[in-house]
């Protein structure tokens, strides 16, 4: 996919691991502060989804834009 860029977030500490750390929440808000036209795709436990899908409308992106993936 064209443009498709993807950015791991680990909220548990995991030695070793050099990637973006700490709540996704804020990592995706600083990224995409422009507000630029943008597709999420994301996944994790159902309390932290449904945070994810209200912060990002808030933000002023369309349901249709936020996908996701839940595990229990």
Known sequence: MPG???IPVLSRENPGWTGRKGYVH???EEL???KRPA???I???AD???EARQRLETMG???KS???ESYD
Do not use: E, H
């Open 4 to 6: 498709f860029k993807f």
């Open 26 to 28: 804020a990592v995706y």
């Open 32 to 34: 995409f502060a422009d």
């Open 39 to 41: 597709k999420f795709y």
């Open 43 to 45: 996944c994790g436990w």
């Open 48 to 50: 932290m989804l449904k």
């Open 61 to 63: 992106y369309d349901k």
């Open 66 to 68: 936020i996908k996701f």
